[in-house]
Every structure is written in structure tokens, then in C-alpha cells.
């Protein structure tokens, strides 16, 4: 028998009592003891943001009206298996302030996608990591930690850095999971002659179908102009609180990064690569004057 709403929500309670009571003690807490509480209370905030995240996933793909499993292929899983847009995500949640940390959720996730931890996504799944990034977390950029906030730096530095550690990450001959992933990913078959010769491009499927015109997914056209689905690994990062950058161009132009999207994917008659599907930011006036006076004054 599944527990009732008011079940869970006693334990929602429970919980948040739990540690505002731990919370009250503070002052007369040893040191050790603190450091106990604040791993404890670390541990616990950053499962639940990866719970959220996880869940957002899955109810904005329900609310499309598409077929949803959870915890079964990978956290959540999108459509039928022969459908050319299913997908096996692993959703992450960085809660940690520093890039070290963003990137330990990182190879932990090309491991599951792998299918070394448990979870085996279906074969012609696009294979996703998507990660929300918190607070002021500086990734790609070197650095961060608590209290601090993000340096500032060019969005090109931000595109050529996140690109460089994904591939770092990916192309890492040290980790049986991301080399596990590269082999899935180099298992198309456009070396032979005759498939070569039926095959005409690879590309967006919103280019290539002229539909779903927010879909990132990389798919194969053959002479006929039928798609087909190509190995395709998407990185999705979010960032919760916006990444405060500019272009090179314009240095004192305010840019509120959102999203970065990336596929790892093998060309035609190539080796696996990563390119840059799309950026999500936003162009706005109305910043506040204390936070571009900060911004600015970096540039001076």
C-alpha cells in the first residue's frame, strides 16, 4: 500500500524539524560536532535539490503528454524506445561552491549513462546529462567557495572553458565509464561503404525535420530524407542563479547565462567530437545599480 499525502508530509515535517532543532545547539557545539552537522546538513540539502531537479524533469515531460519511467533505464526516461526524441537522463544537482565539485557530479553521471552503476539506458536513446548548477558555483571557471561570488569573465571564455572540461572529462583514459560511453557513442557504423553511400548528413532534429524547434537532438538523414537516430550524448547545464558575463565585445553589457547545451556525437566518417548546440541568456536593462557597479568595476 503507497503512503498517503498526509504521510509524506509528516515526514516533510519531521524532517525540517530535525535539523532546525539540531540547528538551535550550534553555540554549544565542539567543533568536530559542527563539522558533523554542517557534512549532515550539506549531504541532506543537496539530495533534495537533486531530488527536485529530477522530479521538474520528469513532470515537464508529462505535461507534454510523453511517456515517462523513472529509476528503471536512468533517473527518468522519455518516450518509447523507437521513438526518434526518447531519452535517458541523468538529472544532477550541484550544491558544492567549487568547479572540483560540479565535475565529481559529472563523471558520476557518464558512469550511470555508461551503465556501470545500476541503470542501462535503451540503445537509441539520446543519452542526457543535465546539471543545475546553485548558488554561485563557478563552473567551468576555476575557483569558488562558499561566500564567494563568480569571477567575472568573458561568455567566450565561459563557452571555450565548459567546452575543453566536458571533453577533459569525457576523453578520460583513467575512467572505465567515460571510455565505456565513448565506445557506445563510436558504435555507429558509418564506416561501411554502404551504409556511407545511404547517409547524407548529420544534423539538428529541428533543422533536419523542420519540427520540434527547441530540440537539440542530433539525428542521420539518409538519401531519401528519412531521420534516423544517431548515438548522441547531450550535456545540459543550468544554471539556477545566472552566470553574470558579457561578450568580449561589449564589456559592460550585462548577460544573464541560463543554459549551455552541448552533444558529444561521431560525424560522418569521424571520431566522436563535442560542439556547442545552444546557449539560453538573457539581454536585460534592468539590472540592479549595485550589482553592475560590482560587474563593471571588474573591467576597469
Known amino acids: 500500500m503507497s503512503q498517503t499525502p498526509d504521510d509524506l508530509q509528516k515526514r516533510v515535517d519531521e524532517t525540517n524539524a530535525i535539523f532546525s532543532k539540531l540547528l538551535e545547539k550550534w553555540d554549544r557545539l565542539s567543533p568536530i560536532t559542527r563539522d558533523q552537522l554542517t557534512t549532515g546538513i550539506n549531504k541532506a540539502y543537496g539530495q533534495a535539490a537533486s531530488f527536485q531537479h529530477e522530479y521538474k524533469i520528469a513532470r515537464a515531460a508529462e505535461k507534454k503528454l510523453r511517456e515517462v519511467v523513472t529509476q528503471v533505464h536512468a533517473d527518468v526516461t522519455v518516450g518509447q524506445a ?3 526524441f526518447a531519452k535517458s537522463i541523468e538529472a544532477k544537482s550541484v550544491t558544492a561552491p567549487t568547479k572540483g565539485d560540479a565535475n565529481t557530479l559529472i563523471r558520476k553521471a557518464l558512469e550511470q549513462l555508461a551503465g556501470m552503476t545500476g541503470f542501462t539506458p535503451r540503445d537509441n536513446d539520446v543519452r542526457v546529462l543535465d546539471l543545475k ?17 563568480r569571477d567575472v569573465i568573458p561568455l567566450e571564455d565561459i563557452l571555450r572553458l565548459a567546452k575543453e572540461e566536458l571533453w577533459s572529462l569525457i576523453d578520460d583514459p583513467t575512467r572505465p565509464g567515460a571510455q565505456s560511453l565513448l565506445t557506445w557513442l563510436s558504435g555507429e557504423t558509418y564506416s561501411s561503404p554502404l551504409l556511407q553511400s545511404r547517409l547524407r548528413q548529420v544534423q539538428s532534429a529541428s533543422k533536419l525535420l523542420g519540427t520540434n524547434p527547441h530540440s537539440s537532438r542530433m539525428l542521420v538523414k539518409d538519401i531519401h530524407g528519412h531521420a534516423g537516430h544517431l548515438r548522441c550524448l547531450t550535456i545540459k547545464i543550468r544554471y539556477a542563479s545566472p552566470y553574470l558575463t558579457h561578450k568580449q565585445s561589449q564589456p559592460l553589457n550585462v548577460i544573464f547565462l541560463d543554459e549551455l547545451v552541448f552533444q558529444v556525437h561521431r560525424g560522418m566518417s569521424k571520431s566522436v567530437g563535442i560542439n556547442l548546440a545552444k546557449t539560453k541568456y538573457r539581454i536585460s536593462d534592468e539590472v540592479d545599480a549595485d550589482v553592475f557597479r560590482d560587474f563593471s568595476s571588474s573591467h576597469t
Open 133 to 149: 548548477i546553485t548558488d554561485q558555483n563557478p563552473w567551468p571557471n576555476a575557483g569558488g567557495g562558499y561566500g564567494l561570488s
Open 82 to 84: 523507437d521513438s526518434l
